[in-house]
Structures are given as structure tokens and as C-alpha cells.
């Protein structure tokens, strides 16, 4: 099955700062998601990325805060700007592979 | 009404013990099913996919889906200390590769050697 590497495992950062995560996978995927997962919680999906169009983002969520590219079929970087001590939490991409939705390992985001 | 409830956890069995795991759903639309497990620090892991009514085996794992009663299940057979982690269960409503899932809130199961 397909592989996706996420990048950076985890970060401190200071608030009013911003944070680019990188999710690269191992072969073409249409369609990339990003999840934002807190302690206790389901996995929330933050937005849709399809390759050449804007990303498509869930109730609750605005592209200023998190920007999503999606530059070509095998990458997608996801960024949380002006970050909050509320932006802590773990974020996750997944992409449908063929045999299911696979996951990266994950960013753990501590904003302090 | 959430559209998938998840027993609450956390849940402490015996080695060699039979787990078994259960989401409930609201939404008829749902018509694939999905079981992940997490381990600490890690990204969620596919452990089951099916999309229709009954069960699906793989090793020790079946997977039991009853749409009739908007119920799915995970039962573990012969459970080891290697498989302490969160359980998620996860849905979609059609096929696609850009459905969205609807996950479960997970439960955490501890196998005591």
C-alpha cells in the first residue's frame, strides 16, 4: 500500500507564529486531506485538496488561517498561521490509495 | 445526535482475551466502513474496510456491519499485548476518492500480558 511521509513529527512554536506541514506520498493521489486530531476527539477534517484548484475547506475552518497547497499529485503542505495555544493538536494528512484512506504519522503542534 | 457514537473507553482486558469494539451510526447514507487502529505517536493504520452487511475475517480481526440497526463492530480474537492502542471507527457515504470520512471518537484498549 501507499506511504505518505509528514514532516516536521512534531514542533514548540510561540504564538502569532505560522507552521508549514508537508505531506509527500509515494504515488499519484487525486484528492489529499488534512485532519486535526485533539486529545479525546474524533478526527476533524479541516479541508479537501485537489491538484490545480482551491482547496475545499469544512465548517469551521477558513483558508487565512489554514492555507492548503497542493502543487502536484504526490505533495500537499498545509500551514496553520497566527497560531494560538488553541492550535495545539496533532494534524494529520490522508489520501485515498486504492485500498483505503491512508494516513501520515502526523504533526504533534505545541504552541506555547 | 452525533452522526457516529463510539463506546467510551478506556478498555483493559487479559492477554488471550476476546475484544470487541463497537460504533453506532445515524446517517442511512453511510455505506462503507472502516476500522483503524493508532498506535501512541502514530498516524491511524487501516485494519478493515467492507461496505456491506456482515462479516469480514482477516487473521484474528472481523469486522460485523448490521446496517438494518446502524451498528458495526470489531471483535479481536486472541488479543496481545501488541495490540494496545486506539480504535477508530470511520465512515463514507459513497465511493470516491474524495468522499470524506466520519470517525469515531476512538477508544483506547489496553492488553495486560
Known amino acids: ?112 | 445526535q452525533k452522526e457516529v457514537e463510539q463506546d467510551p473507553g478506556p478498555l483493559s482486558v487479559p492477554e488471550g482475551a476476546i475484544v470487541s469494539l463497537n460504533c453506532t451510526y445515524s446517517n442511512s447514507a453511510f455505506q462503507y466502513f472502516m476500522w483503524y487502529r493508532q498506535y501512541s505517536r502514530k498516524g491511524p493504520e487501516l485494519l478493515m474496510y467492507t461496505y456491506s452487511s456482515g462479516n469480514k475475517e482477516d487473521g484474528r480481526f472481523t469486522a460485523q456491519v448490521d446496517k438494518s440497526s446502524k451498528y458495526i463492530s470489531l471483535f479481536i480474537r486472541d488479543s496481545q499485548p501488541s495490540d494496545s492502542a486506539t480504535y477508530l471507527c470511520a465512515m463514507r457515504d459513497y465511493t470516491g476518492a474524495n468522499s470524506k470520512l466520519t470517525f469515531g471518537k476512538g477508544i483506547t484498549l489496553s492488553v495486560r500480558p
Open chain 1, 1 to 112: 500500500s501507499a506511504v505518505i511521509s509528514q514532516k516536521p513529527s512534531r514542533d514548540i512554536c510561540q504564538r502569532g507564529t505560522s507552521l508549514t506541514i508537508q505531506c509527500q506520498v509515494d504515488s499519484q493521489v487525486t484528492m489529499m486531506f488534512w485532519y486535526r486530531q485533539q486529545p479525546g476527539q474524533s478526527l476533524t477534517l479541516i479541508a479537501t485538496a485537489n491538484q490545480g484548484s482551491e482547496a475545499t475547506y469544512e465548517s469551521g475552518f477558513v483558508i487565512d488561517k489554514f492555507p492548503i497547497s497542493r502543487p502536484n499529485l504526490t505533495f500537499s503542505t498545509l500551514t496553520v498561521s497566527n497560531m494560538s495555544p488553541e492550535d495545539s493538536s496533532i494534524y494529520l494528512c490522508s489520501a485515498w490509495t486504492g485500498e483505503g484512506y491512508t494516513f501520515g504519522s502526523g504533526t504533534r503542534l505545541t504552541v506555547v
